[in-house]
């Protein structure tokens, strides 16, 4: 059996905890009002009531609720609370596979001599978060991951939801179709498009023709889905894994060189995590969303593994070159796909393309950063082709 575990409203409830005037008032963790990109991160319960959620506008959640209380997210603080949280589940298991800074899976195989039969683990997990941190948990009860994790969602806040074995299907067909985790608005409006309107109506569709509509693989995920079965495993496998950073500018971005200098920021995050996560990858993926939140992205696979951020930064411009078309920029973001070990990282790559005094200067500024993250210390950029001409024409060194 699985549990999938969610902290209650998070952020918002760690600001709670710590400051009890917060208590029982609507708090909204994200950005001060009037702040242009700032947008929701986590709402507490009591502002939800008035309509306000997460990745909602700032100011638009100011407009619906303006006696909240508004407050800039304190990662460091949530960091390591769900640290002392995540401590926890580990006593319940050897297996707990965190999703997210709020989400986690617990595989309670093998804990019933220790804990008594799942369902009891499961309340005993919620009364040990409470005790110990003051935070409440939402948990769902399954035999796989995927009707956990949909189980988890049904009684918020602090709840507990049980799908016994054997009823996972019926469980799914008590759901609205848009309740299915995994389908989204698009794929909604092409199951409506082909008179599938109920979980009812899916059991009675064929995997062929399914498939037909929505590909191959989307398919035989909601084929999966609406019968309970473990329509995806949320295991990241190594090939599948990544690493992204991303920024939202408070202005639009479009002079060449800015665009330049976000990229390089973007490129110093990800190889520094690459690196202190001892991961490798050859896929590099950009992300960019522009002023009207139009959104394109392209990758690229290399022949050789990423061997520095300044390495990382040209074949990001590279990509970025390729996709970007004049217009203001909202959001840039960079990923490294399909992540290995990287402590197989050959050497002589590094060799080859002249980046081994690159990534062992990296090395050091990383070991300096662990011992100190406030150390401010940065690292300058190469111009690309497009770059440099644009700082030469307007006369900058």
């Given amino acids: 059996m699985f549990l999938h575990v969610d902290l209650d409203a998070f952020f918002a409830s760690v600001e709670q905890l710590d400051n009890p005037d917060f208590l029982g008032k609507p708090v909204i963790v994200g950005a001060i009002p009037g702040h242009k990109r700032g947008v929701v991160s986590t709402a507490s319960y009591e502002a939800r009531k008035f309509g306000v959620h997460s990745a909602m506008p700032i100011d638009q959640a100011y407009r619906l609720c303006p006696q909240g209380i508004y407050l800039p997210s304190n990662m460091r603080r949530y960091r390591e609370k769900s640290h002392q949280v995540m401590a926890i589940f580990g006593e319940f298991s050897p297996d707990v596979q965190q999703m997210s800074i709020d989400e986690t899976f617990i595989d309670l195989t093998g804990t019933q001599r220790l804990f008594g039969p799942p369902e009891e683990t499961a309340q005993l997990v919620k009364k040990r978060v409470l005790e110990a941190t003051g935070l409440t948990v939402s948990v769902g009860l399954a035999s796989n991951r995927y009707v956990a994790k949909i189980a988890s969602g049904m009684s918020k806040p602090d709840g ?92 639009n971005l479009t002079d060449r060189y800015t665009i330049g200098t976000a990229l390089m920021d973007l490129s110093q995050n990800v190889m520094f995590r690459l690196m202190k996560e001892d991961w490798k990858s050859k896929t590099v993926c950009i992300k960019i969303r522009y002023y009207d939140f139009t959104t394109t992205s392209i990758q690229e696979t290399s022949q050789r593994y990423i061997a520095s951020a300044e390495d990382l930064f040209q074949r990001a411009t590279e990509l970025f070159d390729k996709r970007y078309n004049g217009r203001g920029i909202r ?44 150390l401010p210390i940065t690292k300058a950029r190469l111009l690309s082709k497009s770059a440099k001409a644009n700082a030469s024409e307007k006369g900058e060194d």
């Fill in 160 to 251: 507990f939801f049980y799908v016994p074995i054997g009823q996972e299907q019926a469980f799914m067909e008590s759901l609205p179709l848009k309740k299915v985790w995994g389908v989204g608005e698009k794929t909604l409006a092409k199951l409506y498009s082909h008179g599938i309107h109920t979980v009812q109506d899916a059991l009675k569709t064929p995997l062929s023709v399914l498939e037909g509509f929505l590909g191959e693989a989307s398919g035989q995920f909601f084929y999966k889905a609406v019968r309970g079965m473990e329509a995806a495993t949320f295991r990241e496998a190594p090939h599948s894994r990544s690493i992204s950073a991303e920024n939202t500018y408070e202005e």
């Fill in 331 to 374: 959001l840039l973001g960079i990923g490294a796909m399909n992540l290995e070990p990287g402590q197989e990282l050959v050497q002589q790559d590094l060799f080859d393309f002249g980046q081994e005094r690159q990534h062992k200067l990296e090395e050091v500024v990383l070991q300096l950063k662990t011992k100190n993250p406030d």
